[in-house]
Structure formats: C-alpha cells, structure tokens
C-alpha cells in the first residue's frame, strides 16, 4: 500500500511557458502532500505544503505566483511552474502520508527549462 | 529552507563493512525517519522511529532516536553492492503551526566497492 505516483517523470519545455506537474495518491486519500525541490547532489528543500480544499502554504523565499499549488481531491495535487526559467531546472519530488506510517515519495519529475 | 546536519558526507567502503551515519538537530522531532534515494528517484523509507530511545531494526539495517529527540543514527552492517544510493535522515515535529513537515538531513553518499 500507500503508492504515490508522479507525472511527468521528465519534462523539457521552453523558456516562458508553464508546467504542470501532478502527484497521486494510488491507494489512500492525502489531506496534505508536500512538494520538495532538489538539485543535483543535494538534499530535499521542502517547497510548499498541498492542503485538500485549501490554500497551500508556502515555506520561506517560495514564491506563490510562480508555483502554484492545487489540490482539488484526495488524491491528486499539482504544481504549476509558471513562466519557466533555466533556473528553475530542477528535481521536483512530491510526498503524501497517511499520518503514523512515514511519508511516501513519488518518483519526482525532472524538468529542464531551455 | 531549514535542514538537519547529517553526517559523514560520503563513505566509500568495502563489501561486508558495516555503516554508520547520524543526523543532528538543534530542535526537537516527534519523529524521525531515515530513507534511502537511488539517481533519479524519489526517496524510498527505510526506518521509522517514533519514540525517544527507540532502537529500530529492518533487515541490515539499525536506527535509533536519541534520548534529547534531537539526533539519530543508522547502522548499516554488512554492506553489499546494492546499498550504494544517498541516505537521507528526516525530521518530523511542529514548524510555523504544522505539525507534519518534514525537515531533511544533508545526506550520506554511500558507496561500496565488491
């Protein structure tokens, strides 16, 4: 159980175009997942909490406008990236849970803004 | 984004040698989790500890949640070809009202030669 699946696993878009990135729950339903970056040989910078049927709330220095977070059911969440940049390039990973059993990680998307 | 110290950096051993790697904090966790990140995927739980001075086995491997909840370690013994990936401790407790973030560790490279 608790099967998370993440799509695209790999994206390569323009600069100045948008992305969507989405995160399913396969087998239990999500209140809250988590969407985390990680760049090459680094650790996992958690970017912004998913809430189902609420705003999401953002960590420190993410801007909002730029990721944008839905999570319209119990088992799907987006990110939009937004008016892509080269330096937005990055491993964008998502996490749901079921509260006492840890999180389980999709298998991250990585993207690649030209 | 606020992150654990997690060390050594990287290891690179023999087959059969055991393992040891730890993660600091100067906060207090509720929880805390150890995972295991192979290239290009999302990361894949190892061990959950959920109580301070839990000692917690899975196969090869060993963690515990120190006594202050501000550390832990994971013991890897007899290691073999496969467990080559970057390891990654995670902190769970209580950031800015939200009680189910999770903080991640630097990271331990680990690599085994045959």
């Known amino acids: 159980g608790a099967v998370v699946s993440q799509h695209p696993s790999r994206v390569i878009c323009k600069s100045g175009t948008s992305v969507k990135i989405e995160c399913r729950s396969l087998?239990?339903?999500?209140?809250?997942m988590f969407w985390y970056r990680q760049f090459p040989k680094k650790s996992l910078m958690l970017m912004a909490t998913?809430?189902?049927?609420?705003?999401?709330?953002?960590e420190q220095g993410v801007e909002k406008d730029k990721f944008l977070i839905n999570h319209a059911s119990l088992t799907l969440s987006t990110l939009t990236v937004t008016s892509a940049h080269p330096e937005d390039s990055s491993f964008y990973i998502c996490?749901?849970?079921?509260?006492?059993?840890?999180?389980?990680f999709g298998s991250g998307t990585r993207l690649t803004v030209v | 984004g606020q992150q654990l110290n997690q060390s050594p950096q990287s290891m690179f051993i023999q087959e059969g040698e055991d393992v040891s790697m730890n993660c600091t904090s100067s906060?207090?966790?509720?929880?805390w989790l150890w995972y295991k990140q192979e290239p290009g995927e999302g990361p894949v739980l190892l061990i959950a500890?959920?109580?301070?001075?839990e000692l917690t086995s899975n196969g090869r491997l060993t963690a515990q949640f120190g006594i202050t909840r501000k550390d832990s370690f994971l013991n890897i013994s007899a290691s073999i070809p496969s467990d080559v990936g970057i390891y990654f401790c995670?902190?769970?407790?209580?950031?800015?009202?939200?009680?189910?973030?999770?903080?991640f560790g630097t990271g331990t490279l680990l690599a085994v030669q045959p």
């Open positions: 995670a902190g769970q407790g209580n950031y800015g009202g939200a009680t189910n973030k999770l903080i």
């Open positions: 996490s749901a849970g079921r509260g006492g059993d840890g999180y389980t």
């Open positions: 500890l959920y109580k301070a001075g």
């Open positions: 087998d239990f339903q999500a209140t809250t």
């Open positions: 998913s809430n189902e049927g609420s705003k999401a709330t953002y």
């Open positions: 906060s207090i966790f509720n929880t």
